[in-house]
Structure formats: C-alpha cells, structure tokens
C-alpha cells in the first residue's frame, strides 16, 4: 500500500466524500426537496455528486493502493445465522416493487432510478465499508471497525439537513441507516467481498425512491424494517467479535497492539 492504512486516512476519506456531494448538490439549483419531482431534477441535482463522488473516491483507492483491500477480504467470518438480517432487507427491497404502481412509472424515471442505485450502492459502501473499513482497520479493534462505519454511515445521511432536510426525519434516517449499515458489513464478512452489500444497498435505495414516487400502496413488509435492523445490529456486533479473533487482514491491527 502507498498510504498506510489509519483512522484519520480513512476519516479523511469518507470526509471528501461527502463534501463533495453536499457542495454538487446544494450548489445545483435543485432544492434537496424538489429532487425527487422530475426526471430533469434527478439528472442535475443528485446523480452529477454521485458519479463524481465515485470517480474520486475509486481513483484515490487505486492511487492509495488500497482498491483490493477496499473491495474484499481474504479472511471469512462465517456465520451462517447472521445473514438472516440482510435476507429480509432483500425480501423487503422486493416487497416494495411488487407494491409499486409501475402504471404511474416512465420510462425515465425508471432509468434515473436505475442510475441512483447502482451510484449510491457502488459509492456509499466504498466509501464507507470499503475505505474508511480498511482505514479504521490500521487503528481499531475490529469491534470498534464495525461500530464506527455503522456510525458514519449513518451521518452520512445526517448531511441533508444542510441540503434542506427536515430535522426530525433526518434523526430517523441517521439511526435506520446506522443499524442497516450492519448488515451490510455483515455481507462483506461472510462472502470476503464488498460486492454483495453494494448491490443490497443499491436494490434498497432504488425500491424505495420508486415505489414512493409510484404512489402504489403501502408496503406491509415495511413493519420489518426495525426489527430487522436490531437484529442486524446483534449478528454485525457477533461477526466483529469472531472476526477480531483472527485471522486478521495483513494491515489490520492485532488487538494485543491496540491495547498497547
């Protein structure tokens, strides 16, 4: 690796991040409530900070070195009965295009959509359970790895109260998003690679922002949601105790050195 992995590289990370889609956002003319209004909106207001996000956040990985590392691990934490968590968040995903009035759809729309879910699954989880992870790695016990993604993942959506957000909301996102972040680490552990949770992530945001926008009914499965995410957050603190019992990734810090 070029930039050896700590805490504050990867703090830094996740920080560039979001500046850069605060400052594209709230500098396109786009209220952050009108984003969701039109095609047009979507195209100018979110998708440019996105896909800008990405392409910098995937080009300093690979300057950095740390684009393999960021993308999967070459050590398992298997536990079968974890991945409970992350299986309903999918049953859920689906649930909500079956509840979609794809009637009241465009074509358009749909490809927006598309385009959100594939940026915002590719950028927030290597931002988040890719960079800041292996970052985190280089200064913590995978315990504290775990907890502390979950956290800024979830003020990474804290953030739109600057774009306009109303507060209340805002908290609620925060914490949903915080505990599902944990499912999502927990797809990394067992299959060794970012690849899974980046598309669980992006299937979740797509279903949600289309069966809002379709004005179908409402999702019964959505009752789930935060039973779920205490469950995930359970199997995500299980899998972070095993996983800092080794083996550990080769730039990852034995907990015997962080004590010391």
Not at 23 to 43: C, H, L, R, V
Not at 101 to 106: A, L
Not at 117 to 138: P, Q
Request: with cysteine.
């Amino acid at each position: 690796m070029r930039v050896k992995p700590t805490a504050l590289v990867g703090i830094a990370v996740w920080l560039l991040y979001v500046a850069i889609v605060v400052i594209m956002q709230k500098t396109s003319g786009i209220p952050y409530t009108e984003f969701g209004d039109s095609t047009a909106n979507m195209w100018r207001g979110v998708i440019p900070s996105l896909l800008v996000g990405s392409l910098v956040i995937a080009a300093l990985a690979v300057w950095m070195r740390w684009w393999a590392a960021a993308l999967r691990d070459e050590h398992r934490t298997r536990v079968g009965w974890t991945l409970i968590a992350p299986a309903i968040f999918l049953v859920i995903a689906l649930g909500n295009f079956a509840f979609t009035d794809w009637g009241n759809i465009s074509a358009g729309f749909l490809l927006v959509a598309l385009a959100l879910g594939v940026l915002v699954g590719f950028a927030e989880e290597i931002v988040c359970r890719g960079m800041l992870l292996v970052g985190l790695r280089g200064t913590f016990h995978e315990v504290a790895v775990w907890a502390l993604t979950c956290v800024l993942f979830g003020f990474m959506h804290g953030v739109n109260i600057f774009l306009g957000a109303a507060a209340g909301p805002t908290a609620v996102q925060v914490l949903a998003a915080a505990m599902q972040g944990s499912a999502f680490y927990i797809l990394r552990r067992y299959y060794g690679t970012l690849v899974w949770a980046m598309v669980l992530h992006g299937l979740w945001d797509m279903s949600i922002f289309v069966q809002a926008q379709s004005d179908g009914p409402v999702n019964v499965l959505s009752l789930l949601v935060w039973p779920t995410s205490i469950l995930a957050v359970i199997a995500g603190f299980v899998v972070a105790r095993r996983t800092a019992e080794g083996p550990l990734e080769d730039y990852a810090k034995a907990p015997a050195a962080v004590a010391a």
